[in-house]
């Protein structure tokens, strides 16, 4: 069996490096000491954000990793994307007008020369430090699937060179590492929107646009029987769509790797009663995957 497998969130359990991003947006905010209005101290900030994250969990679909000018990524499906949805949040309030909004970013603008929160969000993701914390029981899996003939792909967001840096870190075998196709930009959407319709939550229609075309070449080159990922847009979606229109058939299953971050609103959506998408498995557990 061919495997194809996302890096964060499937190897690693990248929690503290997303809370890590959050702490270094909310200290840049800190450092700029606005009292004008009323965002001076690590309280008021705190406070702030919190309320901020309050109202946008209302609308958990609205906003979150945009690419063409269109979400591609809902807010709180990972660590990472928490705080990228959170500055697109704020970037739509201060189009909006909102005062605080609107002084932080003239701040930025001014005295860092960022341009939109979107810009601080990746600014905060750039200055990461920590190492990446793999996940064991994935490890254990896949060495297991190596041994017994299966192939093993990372397509992955991240750069090829970290990933295989970590898998030599990690205590992967040379003869027993799976092969990585990194840069995959599967957050990367097309001009050709094709959505997939998971269904309503709260009253509102929920769409995901599953044109991904370097994404898609790497899944009609690597032709997988099988695909695991812990973010159900960038990692399942696409791979919904090629099932449904036959192109790769997936008789090893669509698995969503389920993690203590795994967004409940979005769970309800693929799994529960009324899912729209039965091909997804959601995986709990590497046990449930028999090799």
């Known amino acids: 069996m061919r495997i194809v497998m996302d890096f964060d969130g499937v190897y690693t359990d990248p929690t503290d490096e997303g809370e890590a991003c959050s702490r270094r ?14 965002l001076s101290t690590e309280e008021q900030v705190d406070c702030w954000l919190g309320e901020l994250r309050a109202r946008q969990s209302a609308y958990p679909f609205r906003f979150g990793w945009r690419s063409e000018g269109k979400v591609s990524a809902f807010t709180f499906e990972d660590p990472f994307i928490r ?11 201060a189009k909006g007008g909102d005062l605080r909004a609107k002084r932080v970013l003239s701040e930025l603008k001014k005295t860092e020369s960022i341009g939109s929160f979107g810009e601080l969000s990746e600014w905060s993701f750039h200055q990461l430090r920590l190492k990446k914390a793999p996940d064991s029981a994935a490890r254990k899996w896949v060495l297991e699937a190596i041994q017994r003939g299966h192939e093993v792909f990372i397509v992955s967001n991240s750069a090829t060179e970290k990933i295989e ?11 027993r590492r799976p092969q990585v196709r ?12 094709s959505p997939l319709f998971l269904g309503t ?14 994404y898609e070449r790497a899944l009609l080159e ?15 979606s696409l791979p919904i769509r090629l099932k449904r229109e036959k192109r790769l058939a997936f008789n090893g299953g669509i698995h969503y790797r389920h993690r203590d971050y795994t967004p409940t609103p979005m769970l309800d959506l693929v799994s529960g009663r009324s899912s729209t998408v039965p091909e997804v498995n959601v995986l709990r557990d590497w046990e449930q995957l028999a090799l």
Not at 27 to 37: G, M, R, T
Not at 182 to 193: E, I, M, Q, T, V
Not at 201 to 214: I, K, N
């Open 165 to 175: 840096e970590f898998l030599g870190q990690a205590g992967f075998p040379e003869d």
């Open 83 to 93: 705080n990228i949805g959170l500055a697109d949040y704020l970037d739509h309030l």
């Open 25 to 38: 947006f909310r200290n840049k905010i800190i450092s700029l000491q606005l009292v004008d209005v009323g």
């Open 222 to 236: 690597i032709q997988p029987d099988a695909v695991i990922g812990d973010v159900f847009c960038l990692d399942l």
């Open 201 to 214: 939550y709260a009253g509102e229609s929920v769409e995901v646009d599953t044109d991904r075309p370097l």
């Open 182 to 193: 990194g840069g995959a930009r599967k957050f990367g959407l097309g001009s050709k929107p």
